[in-house]
T-cell receptor, first 114, second 116 residues
Framework: SQELEQSPQSLIVQEGKNLTINCTSSKTLYGLYWYKQKYGEGLIFLMMLQKGGEEKSHEKITAKLDEKKQQSSLHITASQPSHAGIYLCGADRYSGAGSYQLTFGKGTKLSVIP | GAGVSQSPSNKVTEKGKDVELRCDPISGHTALYWYRQSLGQGLEFLIYFQGNSAPDKSGLPSDRFSAERTGGSVSTLTIQRTQQEDSAVYLC??????????????FGPGTRLTVT
């Protein structure tokens, strides 16, 4: 089963509106990452959260990790067409034998209408 | 500085042929990761290298898939006897990986593989 659930799966907003994307895990997250992907391009790192209650902001994007470290939200303020793309959350998981895996949610497709 | 690069950017191959996908990580990054993204699916972890060794190969979908890394730098993902279900975008990422610390992975643009 999918370890990370993202919601919504897709989102269409009017330019200038605020929006929130959520990422929920059934297990405590060790490290939580947010990435953005545009068609034909690689993933772009946005933010990494590690501590319960942590919040980080970059330009108009704010990401939070809850105290229990099982849920994260990505909030975009005053959305712009440049924010359009697929947003992916990823979680770090230690799989033993010195190996780490990064598990991803299925992504949230964001469209911003001018 | 230069980011992670992958080649080729696009590859179309006939079913049954072998393909090699290449990843050049960011200089100095000790960890290298391969992922696969199929249409409509999330990212799927394939394999992780720390230096030249891969502690965990359990993510490789079948024994037709193999990967190696030489000189702690370039990595090659090889798919033998390709099948149509292998069609996907293959992404490579690299990072400074210190044991037990989460770190930032930087992704390449991917190789779009189409098996006809």
């Amino acid at each position: 089963s999918q370890e990370l659930e993202q919601s919504p799966q897709s989102l269409i907003v009017q330019e200038g509106k605020n929006l929130t994307i959520n990422c929920t895990s059934s297990k405590t997250l060790y490290g939580l990452y947010w990435y953005k992907q545009k068609y034909g391009e690689g993933l772009i790192f946005l933010m990494m959260l590690q501590k319960g209650g942590e919040e980080k902001s970059h330009e108009k994007i704010t990401a939070k990790l809850d105290e229990k470290k099982q849920q994260s939200s990505l909030h975009i303020t005053a959305s712009q067409p440049s924010h359009a793309g697929i947003y992916l959350c990823g979680a770090d998981r230690y799989s033993g034998a010195g190996s780490y895996q990064l598990t991803f949610g299925k992504g949230t497709k964001l469209s911003v209408i001018p | 500085g230069a980011g992670v690069s992958q080649s080729p950017s696009n590859k179309v191959t006939e079913k049954g042929k072998d393909v090699e996908l290449r990843c050049d990580p960011i200089s100095g990054h000790t960890a290298l990761y391969w992922y696969r993204q199929s249409l409509g699916q999330g990212l799927e972890f394939l394999i992780y290298f720390q230096g030249n060794s891969a502690p965990d190969k359990s993510g490789l979908p079948s024994d037709r898939f193999s990967a190696e890394r030489t000189g702690g730098s370039v990595s090659t993902l090889t798919i033998q006897r390709t099948q149509q279900e292998d069609s996907a975008v293959y992404l490579c990422a690299s990072s400074f990986r210190v044991a037990e610390w989460a770190d930032e992975q930087y992704f390449g643009p991917g190789t779009r593989l189409t098996v006809t």
